[in-house]
T-cell receptor
Framework: GDSVTQMEGPVTLSEEAFLTINCTYT??????LFWYVQYPGEGLQLLLK?????DKGSNKGFEATYRKETTSFHLEKGSVQVSDSAVYFCPSIEGAQKLVFGQGTRLTINP | DSGVTQTPKHLITATGQRVTLRCSPRSGDLSVYWYQQSLDQGLQFLIQ???????AKGNILERFSAQQFPDLHSELNLSSLELGDSALYFC?????????????FGPGTRLTVL
């Protein structure tokens, strides 16, 4: 079945550093892919998504490109800020019905 | 603000008790999802309802049950509570019932079982 593998954390960076959080998928087709973020004390919220191969999702300076050649959907940001400290999830899709979120990747940005 | 509301925000109760968590989805969303988030288990999918019917089931214990009412709000009932049930419980909603729909999360209910 379809599955997604997310890089485990935690990840600690300094402010203005470049960020990459890896996410790779296996699928027979081209499922929609997502990145969700959970800021401290809040619920999850959709950060960006891509619905087909070669799509690029972007939001708040974050980008992820749906690359079918490498079956990847890595999250990137050129210059992180302290306010980006959060837990990031690249959920997998099981069947047609549900997203599986897992532990996520905890990102800490130090000033 | 996602448009999803959850009540109560905090709940403290004792082992063996029963509690009900309530969720109101975004206006127009037909699907409601329940998740449990604990430090050791991460975010675990419990159950999904779509337009009043159970659509998908995850790692939901038999002591837990849920339903979605005709006005589309949902309730998660947790009974015979144990210490290990202490967690954040999130509700999410989406327009459709398929897994590739964007889900909008509520602020969560923090349950503490003493």
């Amino acid at each position: 079945g379809d599955s997604v593998t997310q890089m485990e954390g935690p990840v600690t960076l300094s402010e203005e550093a470049f960020l990459t959080i890896n996410c790779t998928y296996t699928a027979t087709g081209y499922p929609s892919l997502f990145w969700y973020v959970q800021y401290p004390g809040e619920g999850l919220q959709l950060l960006l998504k891509a619905t087909k191969a070669d799509d690029k999702g972007s939001n708040k300076g974050f980008e992820a490109t749906y690359r079918k050649e490498t079956t990847s959907f890595h999250l990137e940001k050129g210059s992180v800020q302290v306010s980006d400290s959060a837990v990031y999830f690249c959920p997998s899709i099981e069947g047609a019905q549900k997203l599986v979120f897992g532990q996520g990747t905890r990102l800490t940005i130090n000033p | 603000d996602s448009g999803v509301t959850q009540t109560p925000k905090h709940l403290i109760t004792a082992t063996g008790q029963r509690v009900t968590l309530r969720c109101s989805p975004r206006s127009g969303d037909l699907s409601v999802y329940w998740y449990q988030q604990s430090l050791d288990q991460g975010l675990q999918f419990l159950i999904q309802y779509y337009n009043g019917e159970e659509r998908a089931k995850g790692n939901i214990l038999e002591r837990f049950s849920a339903q979605q009412f005709p006005d589309l709000h949902s309730e998660l009932n947790l009974s015979s509570l144990e210490l290990g049930d202490s967690a954040l419980y999130f509700c999410a909603s989406s327009v459709g019932g398929a897994g590739n729909n964007e889900q909008f999360f509520g602020p969560g209910t923090r349950l503490t079982v003493l």
